[in-house]
Nanobody, 119 residues
């Protein structure tokens, strides 16, 4: 069974940093892309970033470019999202997701981890 488990969320002040982790298990992800979405209260889930399993070709939403960095560690089967210079509008539940290739649909989702940025 494919499983994605997020961790690393929490409460941080504006301007601070957090690193989220997504531990993947249950299949070989060698040709997959793993990414992050977030859902703010009362809003739809939105794409944040994704990356190929080998660590190449990262993609970012315009709202996080230059502040967030996505990376992967194949030895640990884990994808990370380093979030710097956090703003209050980054508050929400962050979900890890996997898709088989670029531009395909994300087919596997984690349960999410809460990030709260206070002003």
């Amino acid at each position: 069974q494919v499983q994605l488990v997020e961790s690393g969320g929490g409460l941080v002040q504006a301007g601070g940093s957090l690193r989220l982790s997504c531990a993947a298990s249950g299949r070989a992800f060698s040709n997959y892309r793993l990414g992050w979405f977030r859902q703010a209260p009362g809003k739809e889930r939105e794409f944040v970033a994704d990356i190929s399993w080998n660590g190449g070709s990262p993609l970012y939403s315009d709202s996080v470019k230059g502040r967030f960095t996505i990376s992967s560690d194949n030895a640990k089967n884990t994808v990370y999202l380093q979030m710097n210079s956090l703003k209050p509008d980054a508050t929400g539940v962050y979900y890890c997701a996997a898709r088989p290739r670029l531009y395909s649909k994300f087919e596997t989702w984690g349960q999410g981890t809460q990030v709260t940025v206070s002003s």
